[in-house]
């Protein structure tokens, strides 16, 4: 059973940056393919990056590529997205996932384990 906890959100001004992290524990972190979704009010829970067990892959939603960045830690058990150029659309409830599977995936059925969220909100 592995627990994650979120951190990191809060309110910025468009233009600006966040950096939100995960921590993990109860499991081994490392054997994780790992994943940040989020969810606006009155929408789906949506995919936004995954990152590979070793880091060395990642791919994201198209709406986030050049200003979003996915990276972990593995010896620190985290997971971060750093957030650049915020757009108010960008506002919502961020999670990140582990999913125990062999390929990085945008399916939230894949993800095994969820974090409680933390609350992003980009103010115009």
């Known amino acids: 059973q592995v627990q994650l906890v979120e951190s990191g959100g809060g309110l910025v001004q468009a233009g600006g940056s966040l950096r939100l992290s995960c921590a993990a524990s109860g499991g081994t972190f490392s054997s994780y393919i790992m994943g940040w979704f989020r969810q606006a009010p009155g929408k789906e829970r949506e995919f936004v990056a995954a990152i590979s067990r070793s880091g060395g892959s990642t791919f994201s939603t198209e709406s986030v590529k050049g200003r979003f960045t996915i990276s972990r830690d593995n010896a620190k058990n985290t997971l971060f997205l750093q957030m650049n150029s915020l757009k108010p659309e960008d506002t919502a409830l961020y999670y990140c996932?582990?999913?125990?599977?062999?390929?990085?995936?945008?399916?939230?059925?894949?993800?095994?384990?969820w974090g409680q969220g933390t609350q992003v909100t980009v103010s115009s």
């Open positions: 996932a582990a999913d125990g599977n062999a390929y990085m995936s945008r399916a939230r059925a894949d993800y095994d384990y």
